[in-house]
Nanobody, 117 residues
Framework: EVQLVESGGGLVQPGGSLRLSCAAS????????MSWVRQAPGKGLEWVSA????????AYADSVKGRFTISRDNAKNTLYLQLNSLKTEDTAMYYC??????????RGRGTQVTVSS
């Protein structure tokens, strides 16, 4: 059974940083592209970033480019998202997904990021 478990969210002030993690199990992690998507209150899903199976290729939404960094550790079956220079508009539930860009892909339950002073 595929399982994705996100963690690392929290409350942070504008300009702050967080590191999100996604622990994967039930599939050969290194074979799959992975991504992060988010959903702000009252809004639809927004694709944030993706990384290929080997970790050599990444992509970012314009809204987070230069502030967020996606990475993975295939030995630990874990996906990461480093969030820097956070803005209030980054407040959302963040999910990892088993795909490069597919809103129907398997996702975890999410971790809440709240940016507020």
């Amino acid at each position: 059974e595929v399982q994705l478990v996100e963690s690392g969210g929290g409350l942070v002030q504008p300009g702050g940083s967080l590191r999100l993690s996604c622990a994967a199990s039930g599939f050969i992690f290194s074979y799959y592209d992975m991504s992060w998507v988010r959903q702000a209150p009252g809004k639809g899903l927004e694709w944030v970033s993706a990384i290929n199976g080997g970790g050599s290729g990444t992509a970012y939404a314009d809204s987070v480019k230069g502030r967020f960094t996606i990475s993975r550790d295939n030995a630990k079956n874990t996906l990461y998202l480093q969030l820097n220079s956070l803005k209030t508009e980054d407040t959302a539930m963040y999910y990892c997904a088993k795909a490069w860009y597919d809103f129907t892909a398997t996702r975890g339950r999410g971790t809440q990021v709240t940016v507020s002073s």
